[in-house]
């Protein structure tokens, strides 16, 4: 053989005898000074084999923390050794197990504004001046402590203990509080990244965060997510601050979410005359904060196929002045065929107390024109003009869902007024409650709840002011807006089946009771069915079957309702 071939020989064994040494596991060992000991070590480390011997010391160093959190503050770790080529002895001293600690010292937390009760809350025996923790608890006792006081405008507060040392209590140890305050800190100015022309009065009023409050880095990140219920705007990450000796700056990281929506809804019904396919729904569009001022501009146009023609227009507009106080407008206009026409107009003020909750009052009047030659049969239909004072509030709660976003509404609204005639004036009072809710029961299964109650009180009731509902926005399996009543009460239930994150599939359960004065009738109604909702690119797809009846009615198949709504965001 060569030597050059023997050079090569040896070159590749001692190559495969590094590898298999560099490459060798190394275990380790654990010991105490009796069997306890050692049981104790073992249960405290998570693997004792490793792929070099950095992270094996690394572990016993890893180690030796969590026996002082636990309470061995006095363990020693009196020997790592090598007890062969790959294995390693660590031998540890525990000594002492502490499970409690009494912290001296305490009254003055009560100076900083932290109650009795907070403390009892964090400690098993307490007093004026002491209170007893469990040594496994202290860390987060003291990490409570500091957020706390934090929060009192204080972001570099240290919160630690002091002279530790055993106490005359067996396994017991004492220390005392030492608290270490600098001087408090308030918000010099705000700044909006990503989405720099968000209205800033929604800052100041909807979520309190203000420029010259008291710094609370907790209270600012709470409230920072509250811009989520506004629904043109999201959080990218959560708020940041910058200190320095004179300022502090907070930094909030939005972005602007289109808010605008187009609802379209289209019915198909079979005519019990003709036994012809009638068409009927509307469209609504609700333009948002397109001026970057959390403005809403909402038409909304309905047609039911039988000449009943309404059309309506809504405006709001929040923090006028950089003032709490908004303003809404409305005009509505309503046809019946011929037989009479309703202009309604209002102007309201409105407080918002935060993104969810708000206020409102104002007036409202109603004009209403008899367009028939003369009376027909069973109705009563009479030129009037009414003014009301108008107050209310609404709250609103969303959850993260695309396919549901709003998990409880609620709107209240009271009209009080005098409604005049050619021939009278009479006292009338308004009132309607919209509530709904979402129940969900896993990530899966969910109930929704809504109800809908009107209430006319009035002296005398005209067919032309009565309450109209009927359709998907109502009572379902009836053509839209064809009941009258000068009072009603519609429950919605739905048990809700989500497929995926797009589509979801739905009972129809609905029932309502209602009383038309001006027919001295009074009856209940019932709605059954099955819907789908699908969620695509131009929109969330609607289609609901549903059957209504009338209480004491047979079963028709013809008075089934085929219900089909689109629901665009853009």
Same mark, same amino acid.
């Given at each position: ?48 084999? &490793? ?23 006095? %363990? ?7 007890? +062969? ?26 100076? @900083? ?8 809350? =964090? ?47 067996? /396994? ?17 100015? !705000?700044? !909006? ?66 808010? =605008? ?22 469209? =609504? ?19 039911? #196929? ?10 709001? *507009? ?7 106080? #908004? ?6 206009? &309503? ?60 709250? !609103?709660?969303?959850?993260? %869902? ?14 009080? #007024? ?37 209430? *006319? ?29 000068? @009072? ?10 989500? *497929? ?6 739905? +009972? ?7 009383? /038309? ?27 609901? !079957? ?8 047979? &079963? ?15």
């Amino acid at each position: 053989m060569r030597p050059s071939s023997h050079f090569f020989l040896y070159l590749y064994i001692y190559t495969v005898f590094s590898l298999s040494a560099f490459s060798q596991e190394l275990h380790l060992s654990l010991e105490g000074i009796d069997s306890t000991e050692t049981a104790v070590l073992k249960s405290k480390i998570a693997k004792t084999v &490793f792929s070099n011997y950095q992270t094996l010391e690394t572990a016993v160093d890893t180690l030796k923390i969590d026996l002082e959190r636990a309470g061995y503050i006095e %363990s020693e770790l009196t020997e790592l050794t090598k007890t +062969s080529d790959s294995s390693y002895l660590a031998l540890f001293e525990l000594n002492t197990l502490y499970d409690k600690i009494i912290v001296y010292n305490i009254s003055d937390l009560s100076n @900083f504004g932290i109650s009795k009760r907070e403390l009892e809350n =964090n400690s098993f025996n307490y007093s004026s001046n002491e209170m007893t923790i469990a040594f496994e608890n202290i860390e987060a006792v003291l990490k409570y402590l500091s957020l706390q006081l934090s929060e009192m405008g204080d972001p570099f507060v240290i919160v630690e203990l002091e002279n530790l040392k055993p106490s005359t209590q067996q /396994n017991t140890l004492q220390a005392n509080l030492k608290i270490t305050t600098q001087k408090k800190r308030n918000l010099t100015a !705000i700044k !909006i990244r990503g989405y720099e022309n968000f209205p800033r009065a929604f800052l100041r009023y909807s979520i309190g965060i203000k420029e010259g409050m008291l710094f609370q880095q907790q209270k600012i990140n709470q409230r920072s997510l509250l811009l989520e219920n506004l629904s043109f705007v999201k959080n990218t990450k959560a708020p940041e601050v910058l200190f320095t000796n004179e300022a502090t700056e907070v930094y909030l990281y939005l972005e602007k979410v289109p808010n =605008n929506n187009f609802d379209g809804i289209l019915g198909f019904t079979t005519n019990e005359e003709t036994n012809k396919l009638e068409l009927n729904g509307y469209l =609504n569009l609700l333009l948002s904060n397109n001026l970057n001022f959390g403005e809403q501009l909402e038409i909304q146009y309905r047609n039911d #196929g039988n000449l009943q023609e309404k059309f309506q227009t809504t405006v709001e *507009l929040p923090y006028l002045f950089k003032s709490p106080v #908004g303003l809404e407008m409305g005009l509505s206009l &309503f046809k019946q065929d011929s037989t009479f026409s309703t202009v309604e107009k209002n102007i309201l003020a409105s407080y918002r107390f935060d993104t969810k909750s708000k206020v409102f009052a104002g007036y409202k009047d109603y004009e209403s024109s008899n367009l028939l030659d003369e009376q027909q049969a069973g109705g009563f239909i009479e030129d009037y003009t009414s003014q009301f004072f108008v107050f209310g509030g609404s709250f !609103i709660n969303s959850q993260n %869902s695309l396919l549901f976003p709003n998990k409880t509404q609620i709107l209240l609204k009271n009209e009080l #007024g005098t409604r005049k005639t050619l021939t009278s004036d009479d006292s009338q009072y308004k009132i309607e409650l919209t509530a709904n809710h979402i129940l969900n029961l896993n990530s899966l299964n969910s109930v929704y709840l809504n109800n809908n109650t009107r209430f *006319l009180v009035s002296e005398k009731h005209f067919t032309n002011e009565l309450f109209r509902f009927g359709g998907i926005n109502s009572i379902r399996g009836f053509d839209e807006n064809s009941i009258d009543a000068s @009072f009603l009460s519609v429950l919605n239930t739905e048990y809700r089946f989500l *497929l995926n994150l797009n589509t979801y599939l739905h +009972s129809i359960i609905d029932i309502a009771y209602f009383n /038309n004065e001006t027919l001295d009738l009074k009856s209940q109604i019932y709605s059954f069915g099955l819907g789908m909702g699908l969620r695509t690119k131009a929109g969330t797809f609607k289609i609901e !079957i549903a059957n209504g009846t009338f209480e004491g009615q047979d &079963f028709k198949f013809s008075n089934t309702k085929l219900h089909l709504s689109l629901n665009s965001r853009f």
